[in-house]
């Protein structure tokens, strides 16, 4: 058995059902992110292992404890939130040292907690502020010294980093990183922000519409997307529209009658709809890039600086493709006919 | 633009002429007991009469346990009713807005319908049961201020996310009350407290008509015996009122300044 281990988890609000089975084993000291857009169900499941919501249905046990049965405050896990939710009323130094007292730690076991955490978080000299005097980064690096001084078992992050501005969001999440794997603590970080799952997670759990549609490591979402929703979600891809000609021998035509052989055999059989997913980085100018060699008029042309990112119209697929910026080789203009290559093995067959 | 500041000049002098002119009058007159000369001739009797400390003290018990009581009773009902029930505020806000509402008259009525000797509990047939009683009137009269004041406290607060960061860190419900919420809106509670004792004070039906020794009956029974002494002691009785604004006014200042620091 994990180390937490959510089983056949379901939770209706009213007569929605938000979460639909959903399973999940995560290891100890492992990072987990929940991945997804708005309203797909991510925050609902942190908050039901948090303890804030009760199951419809389903288990959750860490360390093989059952946690459906036991209030929030019986749970023993760390919470860190959006709106950082320092209390107020308390210094720095009595925020983290709260969940001590609660729990009737000796006085100096509290201040040599609270001086780890701080020195943890490399906030040492401001014991004594308030947290209206600090900033919304400095708050949330203090909301994290809380939820760790109690050493919880679990880890619970939720959207910790979505109020604080571009750079600290950054710096706050590798920083969180370095001290998730200092201490080896299991963790789930809720995200909308797709580059921030993949940047610290060791696996993401992408959902979409209450479900987990894909677990992974980064490279694997990102390589390996299961479905539509997947590959859309997580950076940019095409997404062609095509229909099987020869599922045995792995041929598909786009609706303009050009043919895509991928050289491995596919599922269903002939005229079946089919979804093609490739990321912009495996498609190249010109016929070098790969067996599949294909023609197109430029859609538009995006300077990006470092990267050119251009669309080619193919019959009603528009296939987007990044290129580096070469001074000596100006890009192609609009409505000009280009040719455009890639690797079959590139093209991913999608999943609904 | 001059004109339209001329009269609201005149409509502000006319206010405070209107509201300043009685009390001033109220202030020379309780001056004037020494035939011919100003003195404090009437503070020092009311001052030394035996029956004013008694009922002042009286009463500022019982302010003082309306002020508990209201707390015990208003606080976690608020934060309950923000955090689990907002869809009965509107219904728990009407109910508290009630005692403005309906007479104390009315009330002592009912209580002394319902609580007479003859009742299954007969709360008047002794001194500590008609106290209690009247401590629960008051706490009703206060209801309004109280409520308002500690919701609108509570309102500046994420009391939901706060009650949850509380919670995953091991608090039960007392600890998160006590620790968490009850310090947060200490000053909205403080605001509150000073309005009900400046309520509990110079209240007069619910102790006249319970036949306990209040401030409010002493009144007027100086009012209705004494010539220059009800005039001091209406001055007195200002002053006090006056002193709980100011109060209010101060801690509502500090409050305000934590506030905006709170928002930077």
Request: charged share 15%; glycine share 8%.
């Amino acid at each position: 058995m994990a180390f937490l281990e959510i089983n056949s988890l379901q939770k209706d609000f009213g007569s929605a059902r938000v979460v639909k089975d959903f399973d999940l084993a995560v290891e100890q000291g492992e990072f987990v992110s929940f991945l997804g857009p708005s309203g797909c169900g991510k925050t609902t499941v942190l908050r039901m292992v948090a303890g804030f919501e009760t199951p419809t249905s389903g288990s959750i046990h860490i360390d093989g404890q059952d946690m459906v049965s036991l209030r929030p405050n019986q749970r023993n896990i760390g919470m860190v939130f959006q709106s950082y939710a320092l209390f107020p009323n308390m210094t720095v130094a009595q925020n983290v040292a709260f969940g001590l007292r609660v729990a009737g730690k000796l006085k100096a076991e509290i201040r040599a907690t609270v001086r780890e955490m701080l020195a943890l978080i490399k906030l040492e000299e401001l014991g004594a502020r308030y947290p209206f005097q600090l900033s919304g980064g400095q708050q949330q690096r203090v909301a994290l010294a809380r939820a760790l001084a109690v050493k919880p078992d679990v880890l619970l992050l939720d959207e910790p980093l979505s109020a604080l501005d571009a750079k600290i969001r950054v710096s706050l999440r590798e920083e969180i990183r370095t001290i998730q794997q200092t201490l080896g603590i299991t963790t789930i970080f809720v995200t909308h922000d797709q580059e921030e799952a993949l940047s610290i997670s060791d696996r993401i759990v992408v959902m979409h519409k209450g479900r987990a549609d894909q677990v992974g490591t980064p490279f694997e979402i990102y390589n390996h997307p299961a479905t539509r929703f997947v590959a859309s979600f997580v950076g940019t891809i095409n997404v062609l529209n095509a229909r099987l000609l020869e599922p045995e021998q792995g041929i598909v035509t786009l609706d303009d009658g050009t043919a895509i052989r991928l050289g491995r055999p596919l599922p269903g059989s002939s005229s079946d709809p089919v979804a093609l997913a490739l990321r912009p980085e495996s498609v190249a100018l010109g016929d070098g890039g790969g067996g599949i060699q294909l023609a197109g008029q430029v859609a538009s042309v995006n300077f990006l600086g470092s990267v050119i990112r251009l669309s080619v119209r193919l019959g009603e697929n528009l296939i987007l493709l990044d290129g580096f910026n070469q001074p000596s080789s100006p890009p192609p203009k609009v409505g000009e006919t280009v040719r455009l290559s890639f690797d079959a093995g590139a093209l991913r067959v999608l999943g609904e | 633009m001059k004109g339209r500041r001329f009269w609201a000049w005149l409509a502000l002098i006319l206010g405070m002429i209107y509201f300043a002119l009685p009390l001033i009058g109220t202030l020379e007159f309780s001056l004037r007991m020494r035939r011919g000369e100003y003195s404090l001739d009437a503070y020092r009797v009311i001052l030394s009469d035996p029956r004013f400390h008694e009922t002042f003290g009286f009463s500022v018990l019982m302010a003082l346990g309306t002020i508990v009581l209201g707390v015990l009773l208003v606080v976690p009902t608020a934060y309950w009713v923000r955090l689990r029930l907002p869809r009965w505020r509107p219904v728990i806000e009407f109910l508290t807005l009630l005692p403005l509402v309906i007479p104390p008259i009315v009330v002592v009525f009912g209580y002394i319908r319902l609580y007479n000797t003859a009742s299954w509990l007969p709360l008047t047939g002794s001194v500590g049961g008609t106290n209690l009683l009247l401590l629960f009137g008051y706490t009703v009269l206060a209801l309004p201020y109280m409520y308002r004041a500690v919701d609108t406290g509570l309102r500046s607060l994420d009391v939901a996310t706060l009650t949850e960061a509380a919670q995953s860190l091991g608090a039960g419900w007392i600890t998160i009350l006590w620790r968490v919420i009850l310090p947060n809106v200490l000053v909205a509670i403080l605001s509150g407290a000073f309005l009900t004792f400046a309520i509990v004070i110079g209240e007069f039906v619910l102790a006249a008509l319970l036949n306990r020794p209040a401030f409010g009956p002493f009144m007027q029974l100086i009012g209705a015996n004494r010539a220059y002494e009800p005039a001091a002691l209406a001055v007195i009785a200002f002053a006090i009122t006056w002193l709980c604004m100011g109060l209010i006014q101060l801690v509502t200042r500090f409050q305000k300044h934590t506030q905006i620091r709170q928002r930077q």
